[in-house]
């Protein structure tokens, strides 16, 4: 066979669209954040659950495939029986099938924490994934109010937990029941009404980027944006137009005044603005004030999906992009009341509510927050080889570092060029290397090269000669204090 055929058979190395690789960095500070996320839902009583990435297809609801599209919204495959199976969508569709096949065996209300990652059949975009991380906290089988309170204060301590001050975030809440309740005041109740409702909602859920003259465009005839791209409105009449905006015309303080006034005699409405009034006096107990956790109206998400309160976690803090934008993050996890998920597999009613972290997107989020603090060096020691015959002599080295609780290594390549073994430690961001040499040997010390400090010297002097006389950040000590020394070095990093 000739070489170019050889050539062409070989696979490229490439990534499926939409999917990324997540090097080290990155998963530790990932692993971090999942530890103190872990921390706070455990403090408040969760067990943790783990289920599988594949469902069969028809446990998730609606995302069920048909016989053209069987990946509509998610990746599937038949298995051996010619059963779909597919990746799944979210955390919540498996809780609520594990929930139906152990119900009897189960611990009733059921908490549950679980992280994972989900799978999405969705067109990619800029940070916007077809595999991302969530993780989720869950109440299963509470119908109590106080469930849901519960859920926006375990929001608000999360994100404090992860280093947000306050200030920098909210927790708003609404309820479906307010939604309907304003459908109904408007006339836009019934079947017929469907999708007119819908834009409605879509325009709604705009309000903190458009503003209210945005929205209310959205919910008329529609509204030009600044390409001069145009989008159809709900072409809602004016008194319909008014009696929505009017809930958030009025100051945060008032909105649920406000919407006794704007849901009139509506039976859903009146039951909503209960539950919204029993969550806020929950959290006041608890002493969650507007800082942390406010009713807002403007929350929508999944109309088809949540039957009671729904909450979503948004940032409120600015930072800069690349080009000196100012950008904001948003929404960084949301939830709310879902009664009707588990009953898909029981018939009957089952009460849920539950919290979901956007786990990629908030990491995202602190990086930009904290992207003026300098992160500590996390990589290995390196023990360099000087003299290859005295390899054992070096392992010692690395094995009395390494009982000592220190990330250690031995420098494994080719030793003749010194050069290589620091180039080597400064892409493994050690945070210092260890010498022995002849020399060094003879007089029973070894030199310790810090790394951290003599980059920030290496930028502070330009003389060459002034680099070579000042050595800077290099340290020569005993052998027997090598564990002593190193440690020094490591801490002067990490306080």
């Not at 009897?104 to 940070?127: D, H, I, S, T």
């Not at 929350?299 to 999906?305: K, N, T, W």
């Not at 010194?418 to 260890?434: I, T, W």
Request: a negative charge.
């Amino acid at each position: 066979m000739s070489k170019q055929k050889k050539d062409e058979q070989r696979p490229k190395p490439r990534l499926p669209r939409g999917l990324r690789d997540i090097e080290a960095s990155e998963l530790r500070q990932q692993q971090a954040m999942l530890v103190k996320i872990r921390e706070v839902y455990e403090r408040y009583g969760f067990e943790p659950l783990e289920t599988p990435a594949f469902e069969y297809t028809d446990a998730l609801g609606k995302f069920l495939p048909d016989q053209d599209r069987p990946n509509e919204g998610v990746f599937s495959l038949q298995d051996d029986d010619e059963q779909w199976m597919s990746l799944r969508y979210d955390l919540t569709a498996p809780l609520a099938r594990y929930v139906a096949q152990h119900f009897q065996f189960l611990a009733k209300p059921f908490r549950r924490y679980a992280a994972g990652y989900v799978f999405r059949n969705e067109k990619p975009g800029p940070g916007r994934f077809r595999q991302f991380m969530q993780f989720d906290a869950d109440t299963v089988g509470a119908e109590s109010v106080a469930a849901d309170a519960e859920m926006c204060m375990l929001a608000a301590d999360t994100l404090e937990a992860l280093g947000i001050k306050r200030g920098d975030y909210v927790i708003k809440v609404n309820n479906r029941k307010v939604l309907d309740g304003l459908r109904e005041v408007v006339g836009l109740s019934g079947e017929e009404h469907d999708a007119k409702w819908l834009v409605a909602m879509r325009a709604l859920d705009k309000l903190d980027r458009l503003g209210p003259n945005g929205v209310r465009e959205l919910l008329g005839k529609g509204r030009k944006d600044e390409s001069g791209d145009f989008t159809n409105g709900a072409d809602l009449d004016a008194t319909a137009i008014d009696t929505i905006m009017s809930v958030f015309d009025a100051a945060s303080g008032d909105r649920l005044s406000q919407l006794e006034a704007s849901l009139g005699d509506s039976p859903s409405g009146a039951a909503g603005r209960a539950e919204l009034q029993q969550i806020s006096d929950l959290v006041r107990s608890g002493g969650y004030g507007d800082d942390r956790i406010v009713i807002d109206p403007s929350v929508v998400r999944g109309l088809e999906y949540y039957t009671g309160p729904v909450f979503e976690a948004e940032l409120t803090f600015e930072v800069k992009d690349e080009k000196g934008h100012p950008v904001r993050f948003g929404s960084v996890g949301g939830g709310g009341r879902y009664d009707d998920l588990v009953a898909r597999f029981t018939g009957q009613k089952v009460p849920a509510t539950g919290f979901s972290i956007g786990v990629s997107r908030l990491q995202a989020a602190l990086n930009a927050l904290n992207k003026d603090k300098a992160a500590p060096a996390d990589g290995p020691v390196i023990v360099t080889v000087m003299e290859k015959e005295r390899t054992a002599d070096y392992q010692k080295m690395v094995q009395a570092l390494r009982a000592a609780g220190i990330r250690a290594e031995l420098y494994l390549g080719n030793p003749k060029k010194f050069g290589k073994q620091l180039e080597y430690a400064d892409k493994r961001n050690s945070p210092c290397v260890v010498i022995q040499g002849s020399d060094e040997l003879a007089a029973g010390q070894v030199t310790l090269k810090d790394l951290v400090e003599g980059a920030k010297a290496a930028e502070a002097i330009k003389d060459h000669e002034a680099w070579r006389e000042q050595r800077p950040a290099q340290v020569t000590v005993n052998a027997a204090d090598l564990v002593a020394e190193v440690k020094k070095i490591i801490a002067r990093h990490t306080d």
